[in-house]
């Protein structure tokens, strides 16, 4: 329908759909969002995603883009080296011009890459302070999609993902509202007519929050997520040790049985209730 019969995607948690959950656990996220709508209730068009949480760029690069060369797709999804430049220390033009070689691969085999950058964490208590590390990341994005013609998802201009209920409580993955948004701004860039507009306007909150109740926020994120992802890098291990790809095969997208194609990018009224 829109000249895209099959999409793989790759990456990280990102793509992977962290914490867009699901009833039966698992995680739907922007990239399963985007293939219903590329479906556009076809039974044959296909759809693989490789993604996995926890992955670093080389494994990436390794494990998930040689997959993604032999089957040669119509579309890549592309977003990776997120975990590497928030590991101190780490040389972000370094991360950029390896994650160039994988987007050159793609390109030289006639596939389609559609790449997306690092969302501004102005907003995010402490996750602020990776805001230099990201801009310069993105910068060197953007010159890598001009250089090999692939297209860009701006994370980083999207007003609504500067509002803290697009993300989720861990501060690094997105709400399921901002899963649909992202998935909107996706089909926009293809040039693909979606149900939904994401800069709609976020509902207005009924009570501003205290200084004292970001505080506490602060240091509950702290114990639940950093010193865990602190001990886990310490020990060298991921959050993605032991698990698969959720949809390892490049296969027909199965349609949701409780959703119509014309509202496929619509998030549950619980988590829309929690969004305002």
């Known amino acids: 329908m829109f000249g895209i ?50 992955k670093m760029l080389d494994e990436i690069l390794d494990e998930q883009l040689p997959i993604a060369l032999e089957l040669k797709p119509d579309l890549v999804t592309l977003c990776a080296g ?42 995010l208590s402490v996750m602020s302070v990776l805001r230099g590390k990201v801009a310069i990341y993105n910068t060197n994005l953007w010159a890598i999609a001009e250089r090999h013609g692939a297209r860009m998802v701006d994370l980083w201009t999207m007003d609504p993902l500067h509002d803290r209920r697009a993300w989720s409580d861990d501060r690094l993955h997105f709400s399921p509202e901002g899963h649909r948004r992202i998935a909107l701004r996706a089909a ?25 109740d970001s505080r506490r926020s602060d240091l509950t994120w702290t114990k639940v997520h950093l010193l865990p992802w602190i001990r886990r890098q310490l020990r060298g291990q991921s959050m993605g040790d032991g698990l698969s790809p959720k949809r390892p095969q490049l296969v027909p997208l199965v349609p949701l049985d409780v959703l119509e194609v014309a509202d496929v990018l619509e998030v549950p009224d619980n988590a829309r209730r929690q969004a305002s």
């Open 5 to 54: 019969d099959s999409y793989v995607a790759l990456g990280d948690s990102f793509t992977e759909g962290l914490n867009d959950d699901l009833a039966d656990g698992s995680f739907r996220g922007w990239a399963d969002r985007l293939a219903e709508v590329l479906a556009a209730g076809r039974s044959d068009f296909r759809y693989a995603n490789l993604a996995l949480r926890g």
């Open 82 to 123: 997120g975990n590497d430049i928030i590991v101190p220390g780490a040389d972000v033009d370094a991360v950029t011009e390896r994650l160039e070689e994988g987007v050159a691969k793609l390109r030289e085999a006639g596939i389609p890459v559609l790449m997306f950058n690092g969302p501004d964490t102005k907003v």
């Open 188 to 212: 926009e860039v293809l040039g693909i007519p979606a149900p939904g507009d994401w800069r709609e306007p976020w509902p207005l909150e009924a009570a501003p929050s205290r200084w004292i």
